[in-house]
């Protein structure tokens, strides 16, 4: 039931089993960190996450189809939506911190800052730069070359500026009720961020076997990779989201008032492209 001021969620038994799905998956997963074994127990967990997503997603569906939810529940949605796209801004953070703090602190220390007397008997003819081409370490094989931030990242950029753009009208007409162009604009979204996934594969593809930069690259290829592919598992995610309010919208659901599914989805999809602006202003072009 709900009120004006609180909510009592119905009986429900997703959240136990979600709960058993991730703990087999994580079984799987410690069981083959330690063991190297387990594999079988991985696929499974997942596709139980799945399905159970799927199941527990249809029935929140059903529910707000129906006319279950009031105001205060709405909000609830909100809120909820709101600290989860915080808690990925903290995510990211992390990451963009560690490559700050590489690029700030740790390589000036190196090359002789703060820390003479250290640098000078480890490394003495260590020189700071980035992106790092010779780790100061005889077994570690710098890259060849760096991505160049005005070819395919630049593509890559103007794919998801346009997307978020296509997005914006698909929101904005469906508020006004026009479902074929919302439609149509949320499609082009779609296949804009697809497109994104595409030139990211061409792009890990060269940089892997034309540049060298790969993950064993010293800092800067482990960098590039965390925080380029952690983006690149976020705009997949974002993409299945959206391609899931697509079917919705051809389903006749969402109206011009009550779509809030649809504006979730828009708020992690813009959240995606901002964090893409900040790799490719420190990643690729500083």
Partial sequence: MSGGSYYVPASSKWPILAGLAVGLFMVGTGILLVFDTGMVLIP?????????????????????REGLYDAQMDRSFRWGMAWFIFSEVMFFLAFFGALFYVRVFALPWLDGDGAKGVSALLWPDFVASWPLMSPPDTDVVGPQAVVSPWQLPLVNTLFLVSSSITLTLSHEALKEGYRDT?????????????????????????????????????????????????????????????SVMLWRL?????SAHNHFGFEAAAWYWHFVDVVWIGLFIFVYVF
Avoid: P
């Avoid at 594969?201 to 690259?217: K, P, R």
């Avoid at 051809?250 to 969402?254: E, L, N, R, T």
């Fill in 182 to 242: 919302a439609r149509n604009c949320l499609l082009g979204t779609v296949v804009l961020g697809v497109l994104f996934l595409l030139v990211q594969g061409f792009e890990y593809y060269e940089a892997y076997h034309h540049l060298g930069i790969t993950l064993e690259a010293g800092i800067y290829g482990s960098t590039f990779f965390l925080l380029t592919g952690f983006h690149g598992a976020h705009v997949t995610i974002g993409a299945i989201i959206l």
């Fill in 250 to 254: 051809q389903k006749g659901h969402f």
């Fill in 44 to 64: 499974i967990g997942i596709a139980a996450i799945v399905a159970v997503m799927a199941l527990w997603f249809r029935d929140v569906i059903k529910e707000s």
